[in-house]
């Protein structure tokens, strides 16, 4: 699908910067700072499926309604969150964050429904986003909520079409080129740990419990009211196209003048999905998909050749385990190469290539790929001239031709 911005508008600050210019602490005394946050990226867009009305589906049907241009008012990635701390002495204090997505633009409610994607979801409920509590020290972080994974962390800020419909996420974590990218997630009910910087290196790692009654991963788990891994049939009880049980991950990060290197693991432990076989409504022989653990495992690099420019390079390998090759639709290697050139102080030039290698069920004639073969065979490329402006709220938004919106390193330094 084709989209082009053609307004957009963007406020990010601390909101307390709105009553106060002075301090972003709403709320201090000598032992605990409470900070109000948030993000507004509003646009007005044009967009296409770029179908031709006579085209027909792949079940031979005629499409039907409107796949030409059509204008739409976007929140793009709005979030609005309150976060602070409490010194318990020892110097330890204890951390917390509560944040939220915030549909400016439209009514809150459900995750839209997609032809890939059916989720239970309510994206602006109060907590949706990263949330924790959690206690940190000398010894680093240790946090117990939902929090994007470290993996995903790892190399979003390698990244320069995060928030946007260019992003990494077709090709990069994403194991089957739908909306879904598993392996670029945040994690709900999970407990993790994030060190300190020791000289040029850190790491994190998380451990997210599966919670689930059922023995395959078929059903909601405790408390979620979702399949984990997204795309629910809305009973709870039919979660197999992707859900999975505990989830490991881990990411180790070196960050040194001009060099930012990491190396990432990631492990979803029994993921059910028996819905591709035929005695779930797919058209794989029954026992040859099955219920295993995939798992994927990166390597990335950013290094800033000189003050304005900047070189991205992301090598990926995702694995599954499944019985029977000629059907593992989701096993393959994925490459990212990106390049920002800075123009302006305002202005940046990016450009990104993605390739999805081939997976062992490519020999059976599937059709694994989806979204990641395009414009080429298991190819995304973007090109993409923006301009990025952040203000306090109490700053008139400025309307600018291009707005995007903070990568996740980026926020989470906000």
């Not at 099955?290 to 050749?305: F, H, L, N, P, S």
Request: hydrophobic letters at 35%; one cysteine or more.
């Amino acid at each position: 699908m084709k989209r082009r911005k053609i307004l957009a508008a963007t406020a990010t600050a601390l909101v307390a910067a709105a009553f106060s210019g002075t301090s972003p602490a709403i709320a201090a005394d000598g032992d605990t700072s409470v900070q109000l946050y948030g993000h507004l990226d509003l646009s007005v867009d044009d967009a296409t499926k770029g179908l031709n009305s006579g085209r027909v589906s792949g079940g031979g049907a005629p499409l039907t309604g409107k796949m030409g241009w059509q204008s739409d008012i976007s929140s793009n990635l709005s979030y609005f969150g309150l976060r602070g701390s409490h010194d318990i002495g020892g110097g330890n204090r204890m951390v917390f964050r509560i944040e939220t997505q915030v549909d400016v633009a439209a009514t809150p409610g459900l995750s839209p429904v997609t032809n890939s994607t059916t989720d239970t979801k309510v994206p602006a409920a109060l907590g949706s986003r990263n949330s924790f509590l959690g206690i940190a020290g000398g010894f680093g972080a240790v946090k117990i909520g939902k929090t994007d994974a470290p993996y995903k962390l790892s190399t979003a800020r390698m990244d320069p079409f995060s928030a946007t419909v260019g992003d990494y996420n077709s090709v990069i974590g994403n194991t089957g080129g739908d909306n879904r990218a598993e392996f670029d997630t945040r994690l709900s009910h999970a407990i993790w740990y994030e060190s300190n910087k020791m000289g040029a290196f850190s790491w994190s790692a998380l451990f997210a419990p599966g919670q689930n009654r059922a023995s395959d991963n078929s059903i909601n788990a405790s408390g979620e009211p979702d399949c984990t891994g997204g795309n629910s049939d809305f009973s709870g009880q039919n979660c197999t196209d992707g859900s999975f049980g505990d989830a490991f991950s881990v990411a180790g990060v070196y960050e040194a003048g001009p060099l930012f290197a990491i190396l990432a693991y990631e492990l979803h432990k029994k993921v059910n999905r028996t819905g591709d076989e035929v005695a779930g409504g797919g058209d794989a022989p029954d026992g040859s998909v099955g219920i295993v653990d995939e798992r994927a495992m990166k390597a990335g690099v950013q290094y800033t050749v000189l003050p304005g420019t900047i070189v991205n390079v992301i090598f990926e390998r995702l694995t599954r385990k499944a019985p029977l090759s000629d059907f593992n639709e989701r096993q393959h290697n994925a490459t990212w190469l990106a390049l920002t050139q800075k123009i302006t102080p305002q202005d940046d030039l990016n450009l990104g290539w993605a390739h999805a290698g081939k997976t062992p069920g490519g020999s059976r004639g599937l059709q694994p790929c989806g979204q990641l073969s395009r414009p080429g065979p298991g190819r995304q490329r973007n090109q993409h001239v923006h301009r990025r402006l952040q203000a306090p709220f109490r700053q008139a938004i400025q309307l600018v031709r291009r707005l995007r919106a903070p990568s996740e390193s980026q926020r989470r330094a906000l």
